[in-house]
């Protein structure tokens, strides 16, 4: 007997439908319209960190007694790495709060887009952001503060690794901390305070030398001061591991902190992220 399967115009739509992946894809590709096409956005996301690299590299020009470079050239690593917390996790933090208040993460939970998917999108964007971000960092320190681009492949991937799991753990956290804020408008306060003391106790706008040991211990607890350090070892001279608190570069624990933070990051975003706000039930 011979059985016959009839194949519905249903079932032929289904089966062309992309994956999570694909439309992950997708939802990056429009995540990336969307930031580009607001163009102020785009000059001060891309300026804050050059500018504040000016400016402390402008005030703070002399050299660093021992470590054999300036302190302009201390602050262009650790720009790099307040840039790529900025682009993740500040970034996201504030954007979907407010994509929460807005009931699109609503609207969205409503589709039959893998939620998944959405994650992958921003993801996207941070990761291209992040690049670009790092990119215009690199050639303001290497053409005016002559910062030397590694000579080794030992060093890119340690930039490599340093960069993936630093932009990796910070994403995750700024998608935790997206849901602290109660509404959109308070994102911004919310998001943005922690994220500035990070940067004063985690060696970006401060020495680590100069920076009291308590607070070196607290900014150890999170991944910005690991990305700094990591940064500074990539980009410059073994002679500046004299100024690092424990007297040396530490890959090794780097990895193990930031590796940990992806995971600590993976599950609280699991335990807190919501698709709607607190009042709508």
Known sequence: MTTTVVRTRADAETERLPGAFGIGLQRGALELRQFFRQ????VFTFAFPVVFLFLFASIFSDDVEGAGITASQLYVPAMMA???????FQSLGISIAIERDEKVLRRLRGTPMPPASYFLGKIWLVLVTGLMETAILLLVGTT????ELPSDATRW??????FVLGLTACALLGIAISSVPKSGKSATSVVVLPF?????????YIAIDTIPDWMLDIG???????MCQGLRGVFLPDSAQVLEQAGGWEFGRIALVLGAWCIGGLVLCLLTFRWKNRRDG
């Open 82 to 88: 307040a840039g790529i917390m900025s682009t993740s």
């Open 39 to 42: 163009r102020d956005q785009v």
């Open 220 to 226: 150890a607890l999170f991944p910005l001061k690991w």
């Open 144 to 147: 005016l503060y002559d910062v």
């Open 157 to 162: 991937f340690h930039f490599t690794w340093i």
């Open 196 to 204: 500035l003391v990070l940067q004063f106790i985690s060696g970006v």
